[in-house]
């Protein structure tokens, strides 16, 4: 079973900085897909990036790319998303995810079913962007 926490959040101004954390408990062994995913009200999830617990290639969506950077630390008990040069079409609620997946594409991992690989989820880090 995997825990995820995110923290990091909060209100800044457009081209400001954020670094969002997301603490990991449990075996991620299983679970090698990472990510992060936003969601804003009224709008649908859309997936910002993601990184493999092995290797760590990321992968991160078209509309971020440039400006979001995924990393872990070397224990892998914490996954980061640095979000640099923040615009207000960025305010969203942040949530971390994991679990095994078949591929991933333009930020957002699938299982071999086609269905999102987001087993774990945390329950969100909110970005307010004036």
């Known amino acids: 079973h995997v825990q995820l926490v995110e923290s990091g959040g909060g209100s800044v101004q457009a081209g400001g900085s954020l670094r969002l954390s997301c603490a990991v408990s449990g075996s991620t062994y299983n679970n090698r897909c990472m990510g992060w995913f936003r969601q804003a009200p009224g709008k649908e999830r859309e997936g910002v990036g993601t990184?493999?617990?092995?290797?760590?290639?990321?992968y991160y969506a078209d509309s971020v790319k440039g400006r979001f950077t995924i990393s872990r630390d070397n224990a892998g008990n914490t996954m980061y998303l640095q979000i640099n040069s923040l615009k207000p079409e960025d305010t969203a609620m942040y949530y971390c995810v994991a679990d095994s997946c078949s591929y991933c594409s333009d930020g957002t991992c699938y299982t071999s079913g086609g269905t999102l690989a987001d087993k774990y989820r945390g329950r969100g880090t909110q970005v307010t962007v004036s």
């Open positions: 990184i493999y617990t092995d290797g760590g290639s990321t």
